[in-house]
């Protein structure tokens, strides 16, 4: 007999003691084409696991002799390849998320959606195709972007170790690890190791989005529902439907948005702005931030409820000054992408970045790298063409207008010079090149100090508006 997937028929073990709702799966899960076990309780799903091979277990939380939890850690610790689903009584997600925590594959509420049973079944099938940890993409391709996640260091090989893992799971990820670290590409990698490849990947930045227009954004409105609302338009939600939708800086969402998308999550229905019905949606969610959610909940600024829901399975990613080996592969991989691989670092190059501390992590590097391919001879990158400074907390802090600010960052762009922030060239130039690339630099640094505010940018240089707007036309400087 052939399945859903055109192979050999998988076999599917249901544990409930309601015969009704038993009797309704195995229906159900027959009529998909596939074979069906059934077991009233522990004891006798015990028995069946040790005889048979199961493709999908699918049991309910609370069973005669026992918990439907004790399942899920036997199954995850005897029966490694074989997804797991719960049941759960209606308005039990709180069992839900235990389980998921517990390894189990994903869960469906009582009264059970047939169709969502269905799209669940799919996955958890897809997913037993094979027995071999899905393997996880950490090349670099010829188009697409440089993979933050590439290195061979104990960090990066634990990172993919998990994301291995979590790609079996439909269990929500939130992923933490401070700015340019590749939290938005650890969550596609999630996505494309998993069943739901083939699905939309959806990555929604929560703190661009104005508080008035997140509910369209996020449900999508019906036509009429408020001004300017010509035509009916789906949500985030809805293009992410089958796939994956990434929260990125979840942190930033505003409180009343913030219950909204909790309700979304518990019970995978959306309403549209200005729609009467609701409409299921099968999302898979991975969040992302680099502030620290907790304590955002102990300020009363992320709602607790909507933190347990989020935080099912953490995914950490550390910061380049923790993993400094990865800094060759890494710099090979970038050149790579922008020059084909036609520039090289020099030794003393490499040896200045492994130095160096990238408070802006994987993306700071590439924005070095990219800079100093204007300055190299000879297809080599030299320790000049890098520009580094030793990074001082001080001199990253944003300029807020505040009095007193701008004159600390003065102060901190002069004691950055001091510690060498524009080294002498190791091959020979000319004086007005010399002092061309200085110039240049100390622009870029004023612009990334002022997140490109020219007129603050100016005021740093001493310089007025228009000799900048003149220098930076000059000099080919794009903000």
Known sequence: MSNITGTTCPRILVVDDEAHLRELLEIT?????????????????????????????LTDMRLPDGSGMELVEEVNLHYKNTPIAVITAFGSTDNAVIALKAGAFDYVSKPVALDHLRKLVRSALEVNLSNAEPEVMSHV??????????????????????????????????????SGSGKELAAREIHTSSSRAGKPFIAVNCGAIPETLMEAEFFGYRKGAFTGAADDR??????????????????????????????????????????????SVDVRIISATHQNLSNCVNEGRFRQDLYYRLNVIELHLPPLRERLEDIADLSLAILGKLAGGQVTLSPAALQALCT??????????????????????DGCIQVADLALRHHKKSV?????????????VISD????????????????????????????????????LTRHNRTQAAELLGVSFRQLRYQIQKLKIQD
């Not at 990253?396 to 600390?408: I, Y």
């Open 141 to 178: 391709s010829e188009q697409g972007p440089v993979s933050f996640l590439i290195g061979s260091s104990s960090g990066m090989q634990e990172v993919r170790a998990q994301i291995a893992r979590l790609a079996r799971s439909m269990a929500p990820v939130i992923i933490t690890g401070e």
């Open 234 to 279: 789906e949500g985030f939600f809805q293009a992410a439907n089958g796939g994956t939708l990434m929260l990125d800086e979840v942190a930033d969402l505003p409180l009343a948005m913030q219950v909204k998308l909790l309700r979304a999550i518990q019970e995978r229905r959306i309403r549209k702005v200005g729609a009467t019905l609701e409409e």
């Open 396 to 408: 990253t802090e944003p300029v807020t207008g505040e009095t007193g600010h701008s004159e600390r």
């Open 29 to 57: 899960l027959i009529k998909m084409g596939l074979d069906v076990d059934s077991a009233e309780n522990l004891h006798i799903a015990r028995s069946l696991l040790q005889k048979n091979s199961y493709s999908l277990v």
């Open 356 to 377: 160096y501390d990238f408070p802006g992590n994987v993306r700071e590097l590439e924005n070095i790298l990219e800079r100093a391919l204007a300055f190299a001879n």
């Open 413 to 448: 762009i002069v004691s950055a010079q001091d510690d060498n922030v524009f080294s002498p060239p190791l091959l020979p130039c000319s004086l007005p090149e010399y002092l061309e690339r200085i110039e240049r630099e100390m622009i870029i640094r004023a612009l990334e």
